[in-house]
């Protein structure tokens, strides 16, 4: 079965981090780009990093660049994406996808919630 799971949400206070996994099976990561979004409530999904395939280059939004770290582990066929500094504004649910054979597959998400 092919799908994609994110974990490693939860609550921190600002100012914390955490660091978000996102597992395939059925397929491998290493070869292909893999995206995190973010959708918070009444806002529309975000692109938040991407990291490339083999290379493993990344690219962030603004609002996240120089507090989120993107990474991969092919061993695992995991991507990471560290969140770091975290802000209020960060909550919202996380989600990862990648293209396999023509299909992009999204994970069921993972909430993270900045508050003190």
């Known amino acids: 079965q092919v799908q994609v799971v994110e974990s490693g949400g939860g609550l921190v206070q600002p100012g914390g981090s955490l660091r978000l996994s996102c597992a395939a099976s059925?397929?491998?990561?290493?070869?292909?780009?893999v995206n995190w979004y973010r959708q918070a409530p009444g806002k529309e999904r975000e692109l938040v990093a991407t990291i490339g395939a083999t290379g493993g280059s990344t690219n962030y939004a603004d609002s996240v660049k120089g507090r989120f770290t993107a990474s991969r582990d092919n061993a695992k066929n995991t991507v990471f994406l560290q969140m770091d500094s975290l802000k209020p504004e960060d909550t919202a649910v996380y989600y990862c996808?990648?293209?396999?054979?023509?299909?992009?597959?999204w994970g069921q998400g993972t909430q993270v919630t900045v508050s003190s």
């Open positions: 996808n990648a293209r396999a054979w023509g299909v992009t597959y």
């Open positions: 059925g397929f491998t990561f290493s070869s292909r780009v």
